[in-house]
């Protein structure tokens, strides 16, 4: 099996990176200052290890993938919270300059040459702590019939065009969401402002539709495609992380306090007044089907082995219903009328809507 090096998204870092330093640009041309609200949630987090799927596909269609034996994980990847500590440090630091220079009616080019300058900065602490991929690389493996091949020299992005893409198209893969609130409807295309990685990469787009649509999606990627389905969620409500469970029935609160929690408001309710949000994204692995309906999921986390069934989790697809907001799939697996709503302007929700939380 082709294990690909989570080292992708630390080349997500310095893309990212850029990203907020334009938009900050962006936002004080636009006469925000530090302390309106779309400055002010950029800069409470100027970079973090979330992401989006487009924001990935931005990724390997830039620079490609390698396998993670090409290019394994530094001690700095499994302690990322202290690179990204000293990144949104720097690029808050940063900000402050971009600011004066926009104040100061400088022009557009010096301004590009200035971010030019604190990208270089960025490029280095990145370097120095997750190393830099190589130009090309050489893949050994033998396959299922025990026949030994070698690919390369060959470099990631041709890697990925060769090898991935075939069989895997990132391209071809959509995000459906099912954001139940009153003022967004089903059928309806929405990006958020200022959620990206790349400055002018693909834009980050949600199909919203109806749960079902992504119920029954996800169930024909695995059962007909033999694809799993990346998906975000809010992973911690009703979970057991040492069973390894989301189950709307793993806690009783009612028979604790003679009250429940969380699930006498309604899905729309929780992500109006700040009960629900996107917090986590993992894999659907498998699925159980009963009479063709989908009934539990094997879902693939990232936490280490230790952690549920070796790192697997089982999850309802009644919890589904409720936490789970987002899939992506193939379009092949969707019909026209799912596929039309791409073809729409999208509608553009502000940064710090629920939808972009995962980011």
């Not at 440090?89 to 010096?110: C, G, P, Q, W, Y």
């Not at 990346?230 to 057991?240: A, E, H, I, P």
Request: glycine share 6%; aromatic share 10%; charged share 25%.
């Amino acid at each position: 099996m082709l294990i690909v090096s989570i080292q992708c998204w630390r080349i997500l870092n310095i893309e990212r990176s850029n990203y907020f330093l334009n938009a900050i640009v962006q936002t004080a041309k636009r006469g925000e200052s530090v302390d309106d609200r779309t400055t002010a949630c950029l800069l409470s987090k100027p970079i973090e290890d979330g992401g989006q799927w487009d924001m990935l596909v931005n990724i390997i269609t830039k620079y490609g993938l390698m396998p993670k034996k090409n290019f394994p994980e530094s001690f700095s990847c499994e302690t990322s919270n202290t690179i990204n500590v000293i990144l949104n440090s720097k690029l808050r630091e940063f900000a402050i300059v971009l600011h004066k220079l926009v104040s100061d009616n400088a022009t557009d080019n010096e301004i590009k040459t200035k971010i030019e300058e604190q990208m270089e900065i960025i490029y280095r602490i990145v370097g120095i702590c997750f190393g830099i991929p190589p130009a090309t690389f050489e893949w050994q493996y033998y396959d299922k019939s025990k026949v030994f091949n070698s690919v390369g020299p060959i470099s990631p992005l041709d890697f990925y065009l060769r090898h991935v893409r075939p069989v895997f198209d990132v391209v071809e893969k959509v995000c459906l969401i099912s954001d139940p609130r009153p003022n967004n409807r089903y059928g309806k295309l929405y990006t958020l402002d200022m959620l990206n990685n790349m400055a002018g990469g693909r834009k980050v787009l949600y199909n919203n539709q109806p749960i079902e649509v992504l119920i029954k999606a996800a169930q024909e990627s695995i059962v007909n495609k033999g694809e799993p389905v990346w998906y975000g969620c809010q992973v911690s409500k009703r979970f057991s992380d040492k069973l390894g469970l989301e189950d709307l029935k793993i806690h009783d609160y009612q028979l604790v306090f003679g009250t429940d929690v969380s699930i006498p408001m309604t899905k729309a309710q929780r992500m109006l007044y700040g009960e629900s949000a996107m917090t986590h994204a993992m894999v659907l692995t498998g699925v159980n089907v009963d009479n063709g309906n989908a009934t539990k999921w094997r879902v693939e986390n990232s936490w280490g082995e230790d952690r549920g069934d070796k790192g697997y989790l089982m999850m309802t697809t009644d919890w589904f219903k409720e936490y789970v907001f987002e899939v992506v799939v193939d379009k092949s697996l969707l019909s026209e009328e799912v596929l039309s709503v791409f073809q729409q302007e999208p509608q553009v929700l502000p940064i710090w809507d629920p939808m972009g939380t995962l980011a």
